[in-house]
């Protein structure tokens, strides 16, 4: 069956593009087989894949340690998932690997998705501090749900910071408009903003969240300092201090991003990298906090919470990235660096407005000149050229090179100095083309 073909199958049945798509840039393609950094599709043309399914698949396709791994455990994984509703060793052992890798986690809990972590976080948090509101902040994704997705930032507040609604807000048809005023949106890496905000409202503030690297929108950096004094405010307010790792999580380092900047929150969300490509999340945290699930005073519920396949795919991905002393992250810098740097090099040789920046194991392309070497705040991208990025992106999947909407590379330990060639090479007629 072709692409053309499966497409007109798909659009009688199903219910719009996958998930992970919307924006891409290019037509839709129905993928048969990946292997490695690679994928095939129903026409049998083949990619080198940088989505690498938005962002979970840090291995690659099909990778044999993490496959080996789970075809040794199948047998106990049947026979466990008859007693879901128990506790198994294997969710205990791999709960023991969060508390000694990950600098918050004294206790953990683990979730099918990260969307619902963060909703349990929300509760938690409110339940341990007993206040209402939590704060996000400008550029930063928790998952889909009403009371923390889309909103712009209130320039012309004169209370509460709640979020507005805005010609800006995409994908957000039948939101509740009562769940905007659930928290408070700010513009992030702006200190002073936040410390104004916390001088008023501080004592009705139950838990700040964000991304300790902007991965959904630019890949920014925290300011110097900025993170650490962050964690000053909430000691200060009594609030809960919530990194949101579900992309930075085991991916820029084993002790994720918490550890590489040595500030540690009060708990933290995990998904994506965690299990290597199959279906977990989880939230590590302070003990005092966690226990409230023990003393049942806050309910987590769900069928599939502790689901032993996901368990054990995540066990596994935690051996492979402890193996040979972080051969894993080595790889991944192998990659990354010439393919950045082989990109910068074509963009300022064909005299082409082209930013990039990025963490470990991912980094953005962005059709723009902001005038420095470093995006602190979405804001820095206001004069992003949107629609030589979806030309780019579309270009690229046509020479066989599929990435992220927003420009954005997913890095794997699966990539190769081959890959990388042959993606420059790609990006050249691409660029020449624009």
């Not at 963060?118 to 998952?143: D, N």
């Not at 012309?156 to 709640?162: D, I, K, L, V, W």
């Not at 200060?236 to 930075?248: A, N, Q, S």
Request: hydrophobic share 45%.
């Amino acid at each position: 069956m072709s692409n053309a073909g499966l497409l007109a199958r798909a659009k009688k049945v199903l219910a719009g593009a996958h998930t992970n798509l919307p924006g891409a840039g290019f037509a839709p393609r129905l993928m048969v087989k990946g292997e490695g950094a690679h994928l095939w599709d129903a026409d049998g043309k083949e990619y080198i894949d940088f989505v690498l399914s938005a962002g979970p698949l840090i291995f690659g396709h099909s990778n044999p340690i993490l496959l080996r791994a789970l075809k040794d455990q199948l047998d106990t994984l049947w026979s466990l998932n008859s007693t879901i509703y128990q506790q198994s060793a294997l969710e205990v052992e791999l709960a023991e690997n969060f508390v000694r890798h990950v600098p918050c986690a004294q206790k953990v809990h683990f979730n099918p998705t990260a969307s619902e972590t963060v909703q349990l976080v929300v509760r938690l948090a409110r339940a341990y501090t007993g206040r209402r509101y939590f704060i996000r902040f400008e550029g930063h994704y928790h998952g889909w749900f009403d009371n923390i997705f889309g909103g712009v930032v209130n320039e012309q507040a004169a209370g509460r910071p709640f979020p507005v609604e805005s010609s800006q807000d995409r994908l957000t048809g039948g939101r509740d408009m009562a769940a905007l005023e659930q928290g408070f949106l700010l513009p992030w890496n702006d200190i002073e903003i936040l410390e104004e905000t916390l001088e008023k409202y501080g004592e009705e503030v139950a838990l700040i969240i964000m991304e300790p690297i902007l991965c959904n929108a630019g890949c920014c950096p925290p300011r110097p300092g900025y993170l650490e004094k962050v964690r000053q405010l909430c000691t200060k307010y009594g609030i809960v201090f919530c990194l949101d790792e579900v992309i930075t999580g085991f991916r820029v380092a084993l002790n994720s991003a918490q550890g590489l900047f040595g500030v540690t929150p009060d708990i933290a969300t995990f998904g994506k990298a965690m299990a290597g490509g199959l279906p977990l999340a989880a939230f590590a945290g302070k003990q005092d906090m966690m226990d409230l699930f023990l003393s049942q005073k806050v309910v987590s519920g769900g069928t599939f919470g502790r689901y032993p396949l996901g368990l054990a795919a995540a066990l596994a991905s935690i051996r492979i990235l402890e193996s040979e002393d972080g051969a894993f992250y080595r790889k991944i810098d192998s990659i990354q660096k010439p393919l950045m740097e082989g990109l910068k090099e074509i963009s300022r040789r064909l005299g082409i407005p082209l930013f990039l920046q990025g963490a470990r194991g991912v980094f953005i392309t962005r059709f723009v000149d902001i005038g420095r070497e470093v995006a602190y705040s979405v804001r820095d991208f206001a004069g992003v050229d949107v629609p030589k990025e979806r030309r780019w992106a579309e270009l690229m999947a046509e020479e066989g090179v599929i990435l992220m909407f927003g420009g954005r590379f997913y890095i794997s330990s699966a990539h190769t100095e081959s890959d990388v060639d042959r993606t420059l090479a790609c990006a050249e007629r691409v660029m020449r083309r624009l």
